[in-house]
Structure formats: C-alpha cells, structure tokens
C-alpha cells in the first residue's frame, strides 16, 4: 500500500508571534505543497535521514518515503511544519482528526527538529479552504473560515536571507512588556483587517513589520527591502512573515502587474492523504 500526502505552504496575512502567547492569527494556504508519498515495506526504512527520523518518531511502520516540495525551504512559509503534517497524515491516514494531526506534527517538530513553534502553521495547513482565510484564536484553539476579498492581492518577495529554524532567538531579543505589547496591538490589528479596506490593511501590514522590528526579530537588511517595497507604487503594504531574521516578505499590491517579477500567490485547499492499493 501506499498513501501520499499533500501539504500547502503557509501564507499568514497578520497575527505574528500570536500562536504561542493564546493570541489570534489571520492566514491561508498558498498554491506551494509538499508531497510525501510513503510506500510500505515489509521491513527497513528508506528515505532521507530526517524524513526517516520523523517517520520512526511518529510510530511509522517499515516504508520508502519520498518528499518533493514546492514550498521555499528557510523563507518562512512552514516548509518543516509541512513535512512534519505530511508524516503524520502518511502514518495515520484518514483515521486522525485535524486537530490532532496539528498537534502531532507540533510534538515532531519539537521532538525531532528542534523548532519552538506554536500552532500557526499546522492549523493554517489543515483548517483552511482554497480561496479563503482561516481566523485561528489560540486561545480556544477554534477556527473560522473567511472568504478571501477578491481585491486582497499579495505577492512574495524573497529577501535572500535563510532562515535559521531551530532557535528561540526571537524569545531572547526583547523583554517580556515588548512582546506583551506587540501581542495586543497585533490581536486588535487581526480584528481590524478581518474589516480593512485595501488602504487600511495596507497600514496594518506596515504596523505589524514596525512591531516585529521593535520586537527584534527582523534586520536591517529585511528593514531596508521592506521600507523600499512600502513606499512603491501600487504597494498598500509589506512585512515581514514568518518566524523572524529573513525568508519572505509579504506585499499587498494593487494589482498582478506591481511587482512583475513576482508571482501572486493564490489561495488553496488545505493538507490531505490518499491511499494507493
């Protein structure tokens, strides 16, 4: 038997540094996916030496797996936290709730890879619908889904730094009234988009990069990228996404032809399995 999972990368619109502090998030899943495709053996395991770790940690049985990816690796956009719900689902089949396989993949992701992530991505992956947004309050851990303005247009821009994943870098850079600070005004920003108009969630996005950079999880090699594409025409705003010290930085455009060097990103269907007899 073989099963194959499909995984979407994540695109939070706002709400960062929100999921581990009971906090809200509004995000998507973007076209990019990951497919891990698990065949399985009588006995052995075969694959790269993480994906196998991950396999093994989760309770897999014997298997050849295989991963191929669209998703950027270091920029942002959850390309662990795909692998690790891709795992999951491959192990389990359809016999796990979402929820749970969330909060698995955060356990391997822990366990195995070493990333202090809260639950933005994973839940992001698994409780959204192509062409909406999910609202996701970490609080209760319940989520909405939101149909996605037609106008709402963003676009990557690829800063060119790695990220480095496995840290807590961005836990040690302020005190705990700045991060406290940013939490609340970042909640009532989530609030406030769900409304916006595109000039208004312009300024949200351009508040939440000002945030994360007093926070000082950003650079001024990003700070700088980011300044310019805020003050571009046809650009309402840009931040940047992700856990911090590069990867994407995301932009609300006008329209396609802002930006043509890059691609608008599209939202998609959330992660499933299949099985293959």
Known sequence: MIRRASIPGRINIIGEH????????????????????????????????????LWREAGGQPARLHVSSTIPIGKGMSSSAALCLSVVLCVHGKSIDKQDACIEAQRLEHVVLGTPCGLLDQMTM??????????????????????????WRFKLVDSGIHRTLNTQQYRN?????????????ENARVLKAMKGTNNEL???????????????????????????????????GARMMGGGFGGMILVLVENEKILPDWEIVVSSQAGFVEEIL
């Open 18 to 53: 929100t999921d581990y502090a009971g906090g809200r998030s509004l995000a998507f899943a973007s076209q990019h996916r990951l497919v891990l495709e698990a065949e399985f053996l009588q006995a052995g395991f075969e694959g790269e030496e993480t994906v196998v770790a």
């Open 126 to 151: 698994m409780h959204s619908l192509e062409n909406h947004c999910v609202l996701i309050d970490f609080s209760t851990m319940e989520t909405s889904v939101i149909p996605l303005p037609t106008d």
């Open 173 to 185: 850079t302020s005190n705990e009234h700045t991060r406290t600070k940013h939490v609340e005004s």
């Open 202 to 236: 312009g300024h949200l996005l351009n508040e939440t990069h000002a945030s994360l950079r007093e926070m000082g999880v950003s650079t001024p090699e990003v700070d700088a990228l980011v300044a310019s594409l805020q003050t571009t025409d046809g650009v309402h």
